[in-house]
């Protein structure tokens, strides 16, 4: 017992130091696993400005992409939902690409969304009539909780002024859109 625990006293400081240095490391063209898998989040680290940008143009094209689905699955009220949300969506996206090309950040935003985003995706495409509704409403809902804590800890301690005014835009942006989805629900 004595040597495990003094074998595990010996590894944490190289662990740590790992950790710190893969999160260190991170260059602007890398996309951040250590956010996507919520690492950062767990250690109590504040995602980067690049961080912020990535997984929000993420969402963005989850919401471009799902006002599609919603427009031959869901009611009015979602459908409406959907398009104000892919709207905004559209906007966001406009001013990252503006933020990318001038703030110098040099980030290569994927094409689609990451594979756990393009399955909630494809789990919408079978639903129809309320099992839709109801799906549709709670991937919103997590994606937009999740999306305002990632602004929300960037805010603690931004690394990046531009990105922060930006993000200091988009959290209520998305606080309405919540309040929106509870009342749809």
């Given at each position: 017992m004595?040597?495990w625990?003094?074998?595990?006293?010996?590894?944490?400081p190289?662990?740590?130091v790992?950790?710190?240095?893969?999160?260190?490391?991170e260059?602007p063209?890398?996309?951040?696993?250590?956010?996507?898998?919520?690492?950062?989040?767990?250690?109590?680290?504040?995602?980067?400005?690049?961080?912020?940008?990535?997984?929000?143009?993420?969402?963005?094209?989850?919401?471009?992409?799902?006002?599609?689905?919603?427009?031959?699955?869901?009611?009015?009220?979602?459908?409406?939902?959907?398009l104000?949300?892919?709207?905004?969506?559209?906007q966001?996206?406009?001013?990252?690409?503006?933020?990318?090309?001038?703030?110098?950040?040099?980030i290569?935003?994927?094409?689609?969304?990451?594979?756990?985003?393009?399955?909630?995706?494809?789990?919408?495409?079978?639903?129809?009539?309320?099992?839709?509704?109801?799906?549709y409403?709670v991937?919103?809902?997590?994606?937009i909780?999740?999306?305002?804590g990632?602004l929300?800890?960037?805010?603690?301690?931004?690394?990046?002024?531009d990105?922060?005014?930006?993000?200091?835009?988009?959290?209520?942006?998305?606080?309405?859109a919540?309040?929106?989805?509870?009342r749809?629900q």
């Amino acid at each position: 017992m004595i040597r495990w625990v003094a074998g595990l006293v010996a590894i944490l400081p190289a662990i740590v130091v790992f950790a710190g240095a893969v999160a260190g490391s991170e260059t602007p063209r890398k996309r951040s696993l250590i956010e996507d898998f919520g690492i950062k989040r767990m250690f109590g680290w504040p995602p980067n400005g690049h961080d912020v940008l990535r997984l929000m143009h993420e969402f963005d094209l989850v919401q471009i992409r799902a006002v599609g689905i919603a427009a031959t699955r869901g009611n009015d009220a979602v459908r409406r939902f959907a398009l104000e949300q892919a709207e905004r969506a559209q906007q966001r996206e406009a001013a990252i690409v503006r933020l990318n090309m001038f703030a110098l950040l040099n980030i290569d935003f994927a094409a689609d969304p990451s594979l756990l985003r393009r399955n909630e995706l494809a789990g919408l495409q079978g639903e129809v009539g309320q099992a839709f509704i109801r799906d549709y409403t709670v991937n919103q809902k997590a994606d937009i909780a999740d999306t305002i804590g990632m602004l929300q800890r960037y805010l603690l301690n931004p690394d990046n002024d531009d990105v922060r005014r930006f993000a200091q835009q988009q959290l209520p942006l998305l606080q309405q859109a919540r309040e929106e989805l509870q009342r749809l629900q």
